[in-house]
Nanobody
Framework: QLQLAESGGGLVQPGGSLRLSCAASGFTLGDWPIGWFRQAPGKEREGVSCISTGGASTNYADSVKGRFTISRDNAKNTVYLQMNSLKPEDTAIYYC??????????????????WGQGTQVTVSS
């Protein structure tokens, strides 16, 4: 069974930081490019960032570039999203999944079926 679990979300003030984790079970995460997506209530899911299998290549949405950093520790079977200088518009549920890594895009490949539960990030004063 191929499964991913998101964690690390929470409530933070504007300008604060959070680190999200995407942990794999039942397979080797290092075999897959992984991306983070987010969805706010009433809005469509959007790509945030993604990373190649070895971590050498990364993509970021313009809205988070310079503030977020994606990384991975394949020995720990985990992908991370470090979020700094958080803004209220970053408030959303954040999901991770396998992706196809394009030049500037992150396209879900649906290898793991349905989206998971995600982790809630709330940025508010």
């Amino acid at each position: 069974q191929l499964q991913l679990a998101e964690s690390g979300g929470g409530l933070v003030q504007p300008g604060g930081s959070l680190r999200l984790s995407c942990a794999a079970s039942g397979f080797t995460l290092g075999d897959w490019p992984i991306g983070w997506f987010r969805q706010a209530p009433g809005k469509e899911r959007e790509g945030v960032s993604c990373i190649s299998t070895g971590g050498a290549s990364t993509n970021y949405a313009d809205s988070v570039k310079g503030r977020f950093t994606i990384s991975r520790d394949n020995a720990k079977n985990t992908v991370y999203l470090q979020m700094n200088s958080l803004k209220p518009e970053d408030t959303a549920i954040y999901y991770c999944t396998a992706v196809f890594l394009g030049q500037t895009s992150c396209v879900p490949n649906r290898a793991f079926g349905n989206w998971g539960q995600g982790t809630q990030v709330t940025v508010s004063s």
